[in-house]
């Protein structure tokens, strides 16, 4: 079952950002957040994540309203990766990791070895057992990035949630993340702006324009030139079979 | 990874810092006229908990117990309280420069104060303390209220108390220089920068009581301190209940800070200092940082209280202005030593 929502909605005031979006996440599957600047999908994933209340609609866990689950219940299913994710705190990269296990500990009980084993597996699975002892703020972005998922990884979760993942990273580190996240044996749903990162890496795509879902299905159902044209209003060539099997998408310059 | 060694070595730090608190109390008691030592200190503590005679003189003992015991002990009740508030105002709204004033708490108290001692507010019924103590209350659901009509996040709370305080400011500098005399508004200026004279064991009992309650509320609430690290849509992916535990960590500060002013005026900087302090010594999770914080703080108030009452001696300096002289310099070593690779 995992997270699906019904009719979800949220607005501020007047403004609808998510708009009645009904949508079911596969378990065990990657699912692809896609929409220019401003469709929504940040939004949508903190409904999904339970950090926000729809204003409208549903989203389920298991079947189950969200919103009347424990926070803390939920933070041990479901975990985040948020897309600027800062501090003001010198914290070494153990600590960051450490936060992942708060949902998971009692109050006043200090960190025991299940928490222990958790953080050391976490770092080991992001390759950054070498680095649990350095400050934070030395870290590169595609460093911080590996540290947060190791967070998110201590929290043990069944479905993991990730805005914009691979921003500001180079190439070869945005593919070496979205293969380590496909790895994983978790449900996710990514937030992605690059068309081909999201063909390759993701089982279905959920493409959100003005806060509703225009389009839903495989990469090559849903990456077309007609659909690039619409939502992105640029010019496409879309091979359908490419490397891998996925399809390939190269933009063209002028309107569509 | 924390082996048994560096367990062991923790135990050791923390006996050793509560030994240190209990030395500093003992020795800044014996420091001025009298002639004291530290063995006549404990003496007439265990003399007045039944432990036997501890043949010192019946004024010398009223010094110390009467006196100088309870005035130490405030201090360090005073540093503990005002070094946990700050730490947590500083993890809560994500600032490394907020204190516990930060919210409007200490010009609310001297404005309340001001109304009750100038203008004579509440009849001769309502003391400084309690004036204080109720301005800064109303300061405090000020700026709460406002807060929470401008949404509630962290930079929102800090400018709602930064109008509250210049607000409150106006209104105590307005009454003071329209209706007091020199007199009077030397002994206010005096209240306002923070004096621990005239402690006595009621203060000591009333803010040990409350400071005690809201360390073991922060203490608990430790967990969801650390889970704002990231900020709040991050604390809340983490399990935690912001907007509740936002609410009551303030308003359990809040109480504590306007206990401590209440009783002895708004003594600036230990607050916002001393929490960087004992980060540097212990790191930024709070299960240990709140203990070791309100430690640094009792042990830095009680010498700094004996600084004041003594380098003019007979003539007593606030201690608000005795910390900041003795802050700035410690913080800006901190500062230094924090600094990171750009």
Same mark, same amino acid.
């Given at each position: 079952?995992?997270?699906?929502?019904?009719?979800?909605? =949220?607005?501020?005031?007047?403004?609808?950002?998510?708009?009645?979006?009904?949508?079911?996440?596969?378990? /065990?599957?990657?699912?692809?957040?896609?929409?220019?600047?401003?469709?929504?999908?940040?939004?949508?994933?903190?409904?999904?994540?339970?950090?926000?209340?729809?204003?409208?609609?549903? @989203?389920?866990?298991?079947?189950?309203?969200?919103?009347?689950? !424990?926070? !803390?219940?939920?933070?041990?299913?479901?975990?985040?990766?948020?897309?600027?994710?800062?501090?003001?705190?010198?914290?070494?990269?153990?600590?960051?990791?450490?936060?992942?296990?708060?949902?998971?500990?009692?109050?006043?009980?200090?960190?025991?070895?299940?928490?222990?084993?958790?953080?050391?597996?976490?770092?080991?699975?992001?390759?950054? $057992?070498?680095?649990?002892?350095?400050? =934070?703020?030395?870290?590169?972005?595609?460093?911080?990035?590996?540290?947060?998922?190791?967070?998110?990884?201590?929290?043990?979760?069944?479905?993991?949630?990730?805005?914009?993942?691979?921003? %500001?990273?180079?190439? %070869?580190?945005?593919?070496?993340?979205?293969?380590?996240?496909?790895?994983?044996?978790?449900?996710? @749903?990514?937030?992605?702006?690059?068309?081909?990162?999201?063909?390759?890496?993701?089982?279905?795509?959920?493409?959100?324009?003005?806060?509703?879902?225009?389009?839903?299905?495989?990469?090559?159902?849903?990456?077309?030139?007609?659909?690039?044209?619409?939502?992105?209003?640029?010019?496409?060539?879309?091979?359908? &079979?490419?490397?891998?099997?996925?399809?390939?998408v190269r933009f063209l310059p002028g309107p569509p | 990874m924390?082996?048994?060694?560096?367990?062991?070595?923790?135990?050791?730090?923390?006996?050793?810092?509560?030994?240190?608190?209990?030395?500093? @109390?003992?020795?800044?008691?014996?420091?001025?006229?009298?002639?004291?030592?530290?063995?006549?200190?404990?003496?007439?503590?265990?003399? %007045?908990?039944?432990?036997?005679?501890?043949?010192?003189?019946?004024?010398? &003992?009223?010094?110390? =117990?009467?006196?100088?015991?309870?005035?130490?002990?405030?201090?360090?009740?005073? /540093?503990?309280?005002?070094?946990?508030?700050?730490?947590?105002?500083?993890?809560?709204?994500?600032?490394?420069?907020?204190?516990?004033?930060?919210?409007?708490?200490?010009?609310?108290?001297?404005?309340?104060?001001?109304?009750?001692?100038?203008?004579?507010?509440?009849?001769?019924?309502?003391?400084?303390?309690?004036?204080?103590?109720?301005?800064?209350?109303?300061?405090?659901?000020?700026?709460?209220l406002l807060a929470a009509g401008a949404g509630g996040t962290?930079?929102?709370?800090?400018?709602?108390?930064?109008?509250?305080?210049?607000?409150?400011?106006?209104?105590?500098?307005?009454?003071?220089?329209?209706?007091?005399?020199?007199?009077?508004?030397?002994?206010?200026?005096? =209240?306002?920068?923070?004096?621990?004279?005239?402690?006595?064991?009621?203060?000591?009992?009333?803010?040990?009581?409350?400071?005690?309650?809201?360390?073991?509320?922060?203490?608990?609430?430790?967990?969801?301190?650390?889970?704002?690290?990231?900020?709040?849509?991050?604390?809340?992916?983490?399990g935690i209940s912001v907007r509740w535990v936002r609410l009551?960590?303030?308003?359990?500060?809040?109480?504590?800070?306007?206990?401590?002013?209440?009783?002895?005026?708004?003594?600036?900087?230990?607050?916002?200092?001393?929490?960087?302090?004992?980060?540097?010594?212990?790191?930024?999770? %709070?299960?240990?940082?709140?203990?070791?914080?309100?430690?640094?703080?009792?042990?830095?108030?009680?010498?700094?209280?004996?600084?004041?009452? $003594?380098?003019?001696?007979?003539?007593?300096?606030?201690?608000?202005?005795? $910390?900041?002289?003795?802050?700035?310099?410690?913080?800006?070593?901190?500062?230094?030593?924090?600094?990171?690779?750009?």
């Amino acid at each position: 079952m995992s997270l699906s929502t019904r009719d979800v909605s =949220w607005r501020i005031g007047a403004r609808t950002i998510v708009d009645a979006v009904t949508l079911d996440v596969t378990p /065990g599957s990657t699912l692809g957040l896609l929409g220019p600047n401003g469709s929504g999908k940040s939004s949508l994933l903190r409904l999904l994540a339970g950090v926000r209340k729809p204003s409208g609609g549903q @989203v389920l866990l298991d079947g189950d309203d969200l919103g009347r689950l !424990r926070r !803390r219940d939920v933070a041990r299913r479901i975990a985040v990766v948020e897309q600027h994710a800062q501090t003001e705190l010198d914290l070494v990269v153990s600590d960051v990791v450490r936060l992942g296990r708060i949902p998971h500990r009692a109050t006043w009980s200090p960190e025991d070895d299940a928490d222990r084993a958790a953080v050391a597996q976490a770092l080991a699975r992001v390759d950054l $057992t070498d680095l649990a002892g350095r400050s =934070w703020h030395t870290l590169s972005g595609g460093e911080r990035q590996r540290v947060h998922i190791a967070r998110a990884l201590a929290q043990e979760p069944t479905e993991l949630l990730l805005d914009e993942p691979t921003n %500001h990273l180079d190439v %070869h580190h945005q593919l070496d993340l979205l293969s380590l996240v496909r790895r994983l044996p978790v449900t996710s @749903v990514i937030a992605l702006h690059d068309l081909n990162l999201a063909a390759m890496f993701c089982d279905r795509l959920v493409v959100l324009r003005g806060g509703c879902v225009v389009a839903a299905g495989t990469p090559s159902e849903v990456l077309t030139p007609e659909l690039i044209a619409e939502v992105y209003r640029v010019r496409a060539v879309v091979t359908p &079979d490419g490397p891998d099997g996925v399809p390939s998408v190269r933009f063209l310059p002028g309107p569509p | 990874m924390i082996t048994e060694a560096v367990r062991g070595a923790r135990w050791a730090l923390w006996a050793a810092g509560l030994a240190t608190l209990v030395l500093s @109390v003992a020795v800044a008691i014996t420091i001025g006229p009298a002639d004291l030592s530290v063995r006549d200190v404990f003496g007439v503590v265990g003399q %007045h908990l039944g432990l036997g005679d501890a043949g010192v003189s019946r004024i010398r &003992d009223g010094i110390v =117990w009467e006196l100088r015991l309870p005035r130490t002990l405030l201090a360090a009740v005073c /540093g503990a309280g005002l070094a946990i508030c700050g730490a947590i105002m500083q993890s809560l709204l994500r600032n490394p420069l907020a204190d516990p004033f930060v919210l409007g708490i200490s010009s609310g108290a001297s404005t309340g104060a001001v109304l009750v001692v100038i203008l004579g507010v509440g009849g001769g019924i309502l003391t400084l303390s309690t004036g204080a103590f109720i301005g800064a209350v109303v300061a405090f659901a000020l700026v709460l209220l406002l807060a929470a009509g401008a949404g509630g996040t962290p930079d929102r709370v800090v400018l709602a108390g930064v109008a509250a305080t210049q607000l409150f400011s106006a209104l105590t500098s307005f009454i003071v220089t329209s209706s007091a005399d020199a007199e009077q508004t030397r002994g206010v200026l005096f =209240w306002l920068l923070g004096s621990l004279s005239g402690a006595g064991w009621a203060d000591v009992v009333t803010c040990g009581t409350v400071c005690v309650v809201g360390l073991v509320v922060c203490i608990t609430l430790a967990p969801a301190l650390d889970a704002f690290a990231f900020g709040e849509d991050a604390a809340a992916s983490l399990g935690i209940s912001v907007r509740w535990v936002r609410l009551l960590l303030l308003v359990v500060t809040a109480l504590i800070t306007a206990t401590l002013v209440s009783a002895a005026g708004a003594i600036g900087f230990v607050g916002l200092v001393l929490p960087h302090a004992a980060r540097a010594v212990v790191g930024p999770g %709070h299960r240990l940082l709140l203990p070791a914080t309100a430690l640094i703080g009792a042990i830095f108030l009680v010498w700094v209280d004996t600084v004041a009452r $003594t380098v003019f001696s007979p003539q007593e300096l606030p201690v608000g202005v005795v $910390t900041a002289l003795v802050g700035v310099p410690a913080f800006a070593v901190i500062l230094y030593r924090r600094r990171r690779p750009v």
